[in-house]
């Protein structure tokens, strides 16, 4: 990779997103809406690969966690309880010169756009997007989108304890929409005021909490390097005392190195049992657990992983961006893991000659079903090849003149740029070796 050292690092992968459709500025026809962003064709086979590989590793892979999707919308009770609604705040200050609105913690005794002094009194702003569920518009009919997915795993700890027979230790993992009121999105995808997340509470006895936080830190920290972080753009860092958030009693962030410096890719905390007894005691409704060896009943803690979507493409793009020279020309490339490349393999029939077809055709209908594929037929083999490089395509398959004599194709590689030659018949095995061994 690049490294955090090039400073135009981010501007590069910004500028491929939006070129080679991954990621364009939401609304961009009326001039933009400030953080908000469209995933586009190959952002949304991206965003949809680090979701699946997390609930691969997170859901697929055990049987000790379930899933669960729940509502985006909700009443003021559920943020009332979680304390959301109380604490879940920045603080801001106004520059009265120019009306820009600051985070009072980001800046200095001046605002950084004018350089007035005259700012208000930092105030708190709830992060929380308000809206009304019906026609009414007024204060009995106020819901919230939600800022977090955590809750809903707490609101229906009884209902999946009930319905799939789990018990402690076990977990509830879902992925979806949040949204913050954030005072200063920035860097792109980075922090933005609509996200995805993925996060899992896991329900665990409370003496054995802090065994379960090291064992989800270290899995999780694995994860993204399995993924193709690079281990010196990873680290963890615990929380002081004074970072930590209203429910937690001990976060570690798992950081990565961003263009601009260390920062949160990952958070894992341990909430206590703060939200099941929270929510137990707003609601009326017993959100605990019946131990029948130990013929005791107790709220369990929680352990919770806790992942942006969207923050995490983001950095898997930072981390894949490179720059080589193939055959004395510069490329650029993008050394995506193939699990998370929009396309894992792209056909390519040599000419645009109606012969090569039938075969080209044959091919991608045999590897379809298992890969995601692009079909390309314009501009020169060396454009294409080029293109599917820069979009991180692992492997190209070439269908030429010989193949329609020898029943064979050229398989490229994106990293090596190596080409061999492989029976059609012996193709969708010889990718499945090469997807399963590295
Ligand atoms: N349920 C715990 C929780 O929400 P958080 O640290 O506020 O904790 C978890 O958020 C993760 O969600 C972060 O580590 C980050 O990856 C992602 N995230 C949070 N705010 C975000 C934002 N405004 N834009 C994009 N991703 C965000």
Redesign the pocket.
């Known amino acids: 990779m690049e490294g955090a050292s090039d400073p135009t690092l981010m501007d590069k992968v910004v500028n491929l997103a939006k070129v080679r459709g991954f990621v364009f500025p939401s609304a961009e026809i009326y001039g933009g809406f400030r953080s908000t962003y469209d995933y586009g064709p190959l952002g949304v086979l991206m965003l949809r690969n680090v979701k699946n590989a997390w609930w691969r590793t997170m859901v697929q892979l055990r049987d000790d966690v379930v899933g669960l999707d729940a509502a985006i919308l909700s009443p003021p009770s559920i943020w009332a309880a979680s304390g959301h609604l109380a604490t879940f705040s920045d603080p801001m200050v106004d520059c009265r010169n120019c009306k820009e609105r600051w985070r009072a913690d980001q800046i200095g005794a001046t605002c950084p756009n004018c350089g007035s002094a005259d700012l208000t009194e930092p105030r708190e702003f709830n992060l929380m997007f308000k809206t009304h569920a019906g026609p009414v518009d007024d204060e009995a009919h106020v819901a919230y989108l939600r800022p977090?997915?955590?809750q809903g795993m707490f609101t229906n700890f009884s209902n999946v304890l009930r319905t799939t027979r789990k018990r402690p230790p076990f977990g509830i993992a879902q992925i979806g929409k949040?949204f913050?009121n954030?005072i200063t999105?920035q860097n792109f995808?980075?922090?933005?005021?609509e996200?995805e997340?993925m996060?899992m509470e896991f329900f665990v006895p409370p003496a054995d909490a802090a065994g379960w936080f090291d064992y989800w830190l270290d899995l999780r920290f694995r994860w993204h390097l399995d993924l193709g972080i690079p281990a010196s753009h990873l680290r963890k860092r615990l929380h002081e005392s004074e970072e930590l958030s209203h429910y937690s009693v001990q976060t570690a962030d798992i950081e990565f190195l961003y263009p601009w410096g260390w920062g949160?890719?990952?958070?894992v905390?341990n909430r206590t049992d703060f939200d099941l007894k929270a929510h137990a005691t707003a609601s009326g409704e017993p959100l605990d657990f019946f131990d029948q060896a130990a013929n005791e009943r107790y709220t369990p803690f929680v352990i919770?992983p806790?992942?942006?979507a969207?923050?995490?493409m983001m950095a898997f793009l930072l981390a894949a961006y490179d720059e080589d020279q193939v055959g004395g020309e510069a490329r650029t490339v993008l050394r995506l893991d193939w699990r998370l490349a929009p396309y894992a393999v792209a056909v390519l029939p040599l000419s645009k000659k109606d012969e090569l077809e039938p075969t080209a055709r044959e091919v991608l209908s045999v590897l379809q079903p298992h890969f995601s594929c692009d079909y390309d037929t314009t501009q020169s083999i060396g454009r294409r090849y080029r293109r599917q490089d820069e979009v991180g395509t692992p492997w190209c398959v070439t269908v030429d003149f010989d193949s329609l004599e020898d029943r064979a194709v050229t398989v490229r590689d994106r990293d090596t740029t190596e080409q061999v030659r492989v029976p059609i018949d012996a193709l969708l095995g010889e990718l499945q070796r090469r997807t399963t061994t590295g």
């Open positions: 977090e997915t955590a949040s913050r954030e999105p995808i980075f922090r933005t005021r996200f997340q996060e949160e890719l990952e958070g905390a919770e806790a992942l942006g969207t923050r995490s």
